[in-house]
C-alpha cells in the first residue's frame, strides 16, 4: 500500500513537473504577450488520467518531501532565498502589456488632481494658520512640495486590472522609504473615524475596538499614509476566550501581511512600512483637528499618549502611548481616492457572525459553496477563484476578519479583490484556524488559481520555505523584527495544511466529477453583467 | 557624627522601651477596663525631651535595625511569626467592656431583619418559579435554611464603635470558610450596578473599568458575599502608563488586603475569602435577573463568560471566562444592610483628581493640611489620625484610589473608617506612591495613632517581618498563592519607608512644634458635632 503511494507520487510528481515545465510555463510565458487571460484560473484541474478513485498519495510525499516543482529549484543553499525566489519563472512570467483601459488611472487625470490638492492646501494653511494664531494654538508648519515624480502618484499611475503594482517595480521600494522617513505635515482622523463622529454602533451585541486610534498622516509630497499604533508586544498571544471581532489591531501584522501578499505574488495589499513615529510632533503638533488634539494626554509616566474617543465609551484603556513621543506604528499607502477611483465594499460569501451565538449558513451547510457558485458574480469569471486565493491568505495569516472586500469599479467583475486591512492577522501562532479555508475546502473548485497552487508549493520547499522568505522580507523594515518565530513558523506549518486541505479536493474531485461539471454547466447558462460586457 | 547619630539612636530605643514598657502598655492594659479612649489616637507625640532640633537617627538605627519594640520580641526563629504576632502583648490589648450604644446592631432587631428576609425569599421564590416555569428559563433552586448561629450574623453582632470584628473572635474564621464553601442560592447585580442601569456615568473623561463584573451572591443560610471576578494573573503588573483610575480591580488585591488590616489590627476591611466560583452553576443558573443572564455567553474557546454590560460601551474586553466554568474571585462578606445600620460616604480630604491633567489642592499646597486641621470633622477627635491610618494601609497596598471612605451613622464623628473596595491595590509591586501617604507627610500630627506606629515598628523586626506574617496569613486562602512574592517584599520595603516620614515628622515636630500647638489651639475653639454632643 505504501508503495504504491510512493509510485503513484513519484509519477504524479514526474508528470506534473513536465506539464510544468513543457505545458504551464510556455502557456504563463506567451500569456505575457497579448493574452487577456492573466491568471491561470479556470476549470482546469490536475486531475490526472487514471487519478479517480485512487487514494491521493499522502501529504509527506505531495508537499515539502517530494520535488513536486523541484526540478525548477535551486538546490544550491546559501545567498538570499528572496531573491532566488523572485527570480525563479513563476514570479517571471511577464506581464502582459497594458491597455489604456487596464490601468486604474490616466497621468493627466492624477496629476491635474494632485494639483488641486495643493493649491486647496495651500488655501487652506493661510487661512488656518491666521485662525490659529488667533485661538493661540502652536501647530509646527512644514514646507510642501508639488513633486511630479512622486512615489506615491507612480505606485497609483501603476495600478491595473491585474495587481497594486507589478513585481519589479522599483516605486515600491522607494514608496516604503518614503513611508518610513519622510516629513508629516498633517495629521487627521481617517474619513471612516470622521463619518463615525465619536458614536460607537451598538446596535450590536459587540463592536470592534480598533476604531478610533487609526489616523491619516500627509508626507512633505502629499503622500498619504494610513498609521495605525502598536497595540501589542510582538510575543502577545490573543488570549483564547477573544473573539475575533474584539482581538486588537496589530501594526506588525498590517506590516507583514504587505511582505506575505508580495510573496504570494498576489500584490492585493497596498504597501506597508513600519515607522517610529513621533506622536508629539508628528501627530499633535501638526493636526489641525481640535477633535484629535483633544484626545492627547500626559499618563502618569510622563509619556505622551492619546485615547480613542468613542462617545459613549471614554476609557483610557484604548490609549496608546509613546516612550516618551515615539509610537511604533504600520504606515499603509493610501490607494487613489474614492472620487478618481471608486471602488465597491462587497460582503464576503464566507462572512461570519459578528454575534455570539450566531451561526452563518457556510457554518452549517457543506454544500453552501453550491448555491454561492450559481449566484452572481461567482457564477461566472475568476471571482470564486479570487475568493480562495483571499481565503489562502488569510488562513496564512490567521485573520477571521474578513467581513468585506473591496475591488475597483473600473475593472468590473474581471477585477480583482483587495486585501485591505490585514491588522487581525497573526494573533495566535498556535492556531491554524482551518474554518477560514472554507471557501477552498467547501468549493474545491479546480483547486485554486493554477499559479497560486504552483506558487505554494514552490514555497513549501526547502531552498524557498516561507518562513524563510518572510523572514528576510521582512529584516527590510525599519521596525524588525516584524514577527516572533512562532509565527514565522506557523506559516510553514499552515502551508502544509492549505495543500492538505488541495490534496483532498483532488481526490473529491477525482471521485465525484460533478461538482465540476455543474459549475462549468453554471456560469454557461445566465447571462450576467460580466457576459454582457464582453458581448459588447 | 555618626557616633552621635548611633549614641542618639541607642538613647531614643532605650527611652522609649521603657516608654512602651512602664506608662504606654500598662495604660493600654487599663484602657480595656473601663476606659472609653481605645486607641492611643490624640496629641501624644514621641517627641522627647532634648530631641529638639537635633538631627534626628538615621533610618538603619531606628527601624528594622534596632531593636525598638525588640524587648517584647521573642528571638527565637521557627515556629509560626502570625502567632507569634497575635500573641504579642500589643495585640493583647483587652477590648473594653461595650455598652449598648457601641455596638452597630441589637441581636432582637436583627434577628427580627432576618426573619422579614427568609420569608420574602420564600414569597418571592414561591412567585418565580411559576413564573418561570411559564417562561421556560432553567433556574436551580436550592433549599435555604434559617440559621441563627450562622457565621454572618455573627460578624454583624460583633461590630463595635471600635472595629468591625474583635481580634479573636472565631466567627471570622467560620465566615471566611463558609464563604468559602457554602452553596449559593442565588446571584444579582450589586446595588451600585442596579443604580446605573447599565449606564455608564461619562460626564467626567475617564471611567472606572471594575463596573458591571461585581456580583452579589447570597449563600444557603442568607449570608450575603459580593463576588469580583479575577481579572489579570497574579505576577501581571498595571501597565505604567494606565491612570489609577483604570486601573483593573484584583480579586486577590481584595483578599490580600482583608489580611493585611487584620495584621496592622485595624479591623476595618470585612472579611474577604478567595473561592474558585463555577459560574455557570452558581450565577447563571441561580440568577433571577435576566440583564444577568443576558450577559453570558460562550467563548470561541468554549469556556463560559459574562461580560460588563455598560449600556453605550457593549464591549467583551471586558468579559472574564471560566475555565471552563471555574473562576476564582474574591468574596467580601455584606456588612448589615444600611436600612439597619446606615453608613454615610465622605469625600477623601486627599482625593485625587480623576482627569487627565487636574491637580487637586493638596498636590500643589504644601501647607493643605493646616486648612483641614481646622475643618470639622478634622478639627477634633481621631478623624484625621484615622484617614492616616488609612493612607499607611493604603501606601502598603499601593491604592491611589481611595476617592471616599464610609463610617457607619451610628458611631457619629467618633466611629473608625471602614476600609472598603481595595481591588485597587498590589498593582505594582516595584513603584511605592510616596503621595499614598500625603495625609501622613502633610501632617505630621503626633506621628499617627501611637498604637498604629508600635505595630508597625513591630512588624518591621526580623522576628515579625511584615512580609513573613503576610504571607502566613495569605497561605489559608483556598486560593493561594494570593500575592507573588514581589508584591509580599514591597511590603516589608514601603514599612520602612512609612518609618522614615514619621522620623522626618519627628525631626519636623523637633524644630516647630507649632504645627502641633495650632491644632490643639483649634479643635479647642468651634464647637463641633461631636463636642455637642459630649457636653449632653
Not at 487613489?336 to 455570539?356: C, D, E, K, M, V
Request: hydrophobic share 35%; glycine share 6%; aromatic share 10%.
Amino acid at each position: 500500500m505504501r508503495r504504491d503511494r510512493l509510485f503513484l507520487a513519484t509519477t504524479l510528481t514526474a508528470i506534473f513537473t513536465a506539464d510544468l515545465y513543457f505545458i504551464l510555463l510556455p502557456k504563463l510565458r506567451s500569456m505575457g504577450r497579448g493574452s487577456r487571460q492573466f491568471c491561470l484560473c479556470g476549470p482546469n484541474n490536475l486531475t490526472l488520467p487514471g487519478q479517480e478513485g485512487l487514494a491521493t498519495p499522502p501529504l509527506s510525499n505531495w508537499t515539502s518531501e517530494s520535488p513536486l516543482v523541484g526540478a525548477i529549484t535551486d538546490p544550491t543553499d546559501g545567498g538570499s532565498k528572496l531573491d532566488r525566489l523572485f527570480s525563479h519563472p513563476l514570479y517571471n512570467i511577464q506581464t502582459p502589456v497594458l491597455g489604456p483601459e487596464e490601468r486604474l488611472l490616466q497621468a493627466e487625470q492624477l496629476m491635474e488632481y494632485y494639483r488641486r490638492k495643493v493649491s486647496r492646501w495651500e488655501r487652506h494653511m493661510k487661512l488656518y494658520s491666521e485662525a490659529a494664531a488667533i485661538s493661540n494654538i502652536t501647530v509646527t508648519e512644514h514646507e510642501v512640495t508639488f513633486d511630479p515624480n512622486a512615489s506615491w502618484l507612480k505606485f497609483h499611475l501603476g495600478i491595473n486590472r491585474y495587481a497594486l503594482y507589478s513585481r519589479d517595480d522599483p516605486t515600491i521600494p522607494q514608496l516604503l522609504k518614503d513611508m518610513e522617513i519622510m516629513t508629516v505635515v498633517s495629521a487627521d482622523y481617517t474619513q471612516d473615524e470622521k463619518a463615525l463622529k465619536g458614536s460607537c454602533d451598538c446596535t450590536q451585541v459587540v463592536k470592534p475596538s480598533g476604531h478610533h486610534l487609526k489616523l491619516a498622516l500627509k508626507m512633505r509630497n502629499f503622500a498619504k499614509a494610513m498609521f495605525k499604533p502598536m497595540r501589542q508586544e510582538r510575543d502577545d498571544e490573543t488570549p483564547e476566550d477573544f473573539f475575533y471581532f474584539i482581538d486588537f489591531q496589530r501594526h506588525n501584522a498590517e506590516i507583514a501581511a504587505f511582505h506575505l501578499d508580495r510573496i504570494l505574488d498576489f500584490r492585493r495589499v497596498p504597501p506597508v512600512a513600519g515607522r517610529l513615529v513621533n506622536i508629539t510632533r508628528e501627530v499633535l503638533l501638526v493636526t489641525h483637528n481640535e477633535d484629535l488634539r483633544s484626545v492627547f494626554f500626559t499618563s502618569p509616566a510622563n509619556n505622551t499618549c492619546f485615547f480613542a474617543k468613542c462617545l459613549y465609551v471614554c476609557k483610557t484603556e484604548y490609549a496608546v502611548c509613546g516612550g516618551p513621543d515615539l509610537l511604533e506604528g504600520s504606515l499603509s499607502a493610501y490607494l487613489p481616492g474614492l472620487s478618481i477611483a471608486p471602488r465597491i465594499s462587497i460582503p464576503n460569501p464566507w462572512i461570519r457572525s459578528y454575534t455570539f451565538n450566531g451561526r452563518e449558513e457556510w457554518e452549517v451547510n457543506p454544500f453552501y459553496c453550491d448555491t454561492i457558485k450559481q449566484m452572481y458574480p461567482y457564477n461566472s469569471g475568476n471571482r470564486l477563484l479570487n475568493i480562495i486565493d483571499m481565503s489562502i491568505f488569510d488562513f496564512l495569516i490567521g485573520n477571521m476578519d474578513r467581513h468585506h472586500y473591496e475591488i475597483f469599479t473600473k475593472f468590473g467583475d474581471e477585477g480583482f479583490l483587495l486585501h485591505l486591512d490585514n491588522a487581525r492577522g497573526f494573533g495566535k501562532h498556535s492556531q491554524d484556524e482551518l474554518s477560514i479555508l472554507a471557501p477552498l475546502s467547501q468549493c474545491c473548485i479546480s483547486f485554486v488559481c493554477r499559479s497560486t497552487l504552483l506558487r505554494l508549493q514552490l514555497l513549501a520547499q526547502p531552498g524557498f520555505r516561507l518562513s524563510d522568505v518572510m523572514r528576510e522580507s521582512l529584516e527590510g523594515d525599519p521596525l524588525q523584527p516584524i514577527l516572533t518565530e512562532p509565527h514565522l513558523l506557523a506559516l510553514d506549518r499552515r502551508l502544509q495544511k492549505i495543500l492538505k486541505v488541495i490534496q483532498r479536493c483532488v481526490r473529491r474531485l477525482g471521485e465525484n466529477e460533478v461538482i465540476t461539471k455543474d459549475f462549468v454547466k453554471a456560469t454557461a447558462r445566465p447571462q450576467t453583467a460580466t457576459d454582457r460586457r464582453k458581448s459588447r
